[in-house]
């Protein structure tokens, strides 16, 4: 059985939570001034209207977004935050790339300005050494991939 200091929490957090609907009156006095109040206006007041107030801590539903509404912005949220993955996976693959060809090809700078013969194969799969019109090209090609890899 539950102790009364437990059912009475149990009654206080319900009271704190129930909404309160209060009733406010809005007249214009014999002097011409708008009041409000709370009690119903005296009998000689013009233009009387009675509102209700939600004085509660809930947001009136026309401004509270629906649940449609946030199952849409969380889908949204979730899709651009995959985006953004994906477009980090994408450029960290491409900055992978860049490092590696930037090695590359600062080795083959090194191993061509050396001045030591370098072989490669010819059209027959034979290996011959480089001339110096190739190693000049091969120089060049390099460079070139060394200059778009090496950035940053």
């Known amino acids: 059985m539950k102790s009364p200091i437990q059912l009475f929490i149990a009654i206080a957090i319900l009271l704190a939570t129930a909404t309160v609907a209060a009733q406010v009156y809005k007249w214009v006095d014999k002097d011409g001034q708008v009041q409000y109040s709370d009690t119903p206006p005296p009998p000689g007041a013009t233009k009387a209207e009675a509102k209700k107030v939600d004085t509660g801590s809930v947001a009136p539903a026309s401004t509270a977004p629906t ?10 949220r979730r899709a651009s935050e ?3 993955d994906k477009k980090a996976a994408e450029a960290q693959k491409k900055a992978d790339l ?3 060809n930037c090695k590359n090809a600062n080795m083959r700078i090194r191993d061509i300005e050396s001045g030591r013969p370098l072989k490669q194969l010819n059209e027959q799969g034979e290996s011959v050494y480089m001339s110096d019109e190739t190693r000049q090209a091969d120089l060049t ?6 200059a778009t890899s090496c950035k940053g």
């Open 98 to 100: 860049d490092a590696e």
């Open 67 to 76: 649940l449609e509404t946030r199952a849409k912005n969380f889908d949204k």
């Open 141 to 146: 090609q390099a460079r070139a991939l060394a």
């Open 82 to 84: 995959a985006e953004k």
